[in-house]
């Protein structure tokens, strides 16, 4: 979308608050459970397994399993804590990006306890 494209969908949206929220609370008080059975509820019927007791990555107790996919097909990848998804997602979603990170940690952790055992 271009920026004048952007701007003006901007100042429309702007322009009609009050019709948005309108529409918007019809649209839930007509469809209460549109949100919580639409997109997340199918990901969950795509899982090959049930959600495990523990997070498949930490081993940290899973209290509220979040189900990690794959963002470029949609596939189901595991069971995750919040923290390990969120930690996932923000990293990026590959191999490299996490990789650069462990790269990035081990030397820094290193170079602390260089200094600390000195």
């Known amino acids: 979308m271009g920026q004048s494209k952007k701007k003006t969908a901007l100042l429309w949206r702007q322009k009609n608050f009050a019709k948005i929220q309108k529409y918007n609370r019809q649209h839930r008080k007509k469809n209460p459970d549109a949100i919580t059975n639409g997109r997340r509820a199918n990901r969950y019927k795509n899982a090959p397994y049930s ?5 498949e990555a930490c081993g940290n107790l899973l209290l509220k399993p979040c189900l990690d ?29 996490v990789q650069k990170l462990l790269v990035y940690i081990t030397q820094a952790y290193e170079q602390i306890h260089k200094r600390v055992l000195s």
């Open 51 to 55: 959600a495990p007791t523990h997070c």
């Open 69 to 97: 996919h794959c963002h470029l097909t949609g596939l189901f990848r595991g069971w995750l804590c919040r923290k390990c998804n969120s930690a996932l997602g923000l990293a990026g979603d590959t191999p490299e990006a």
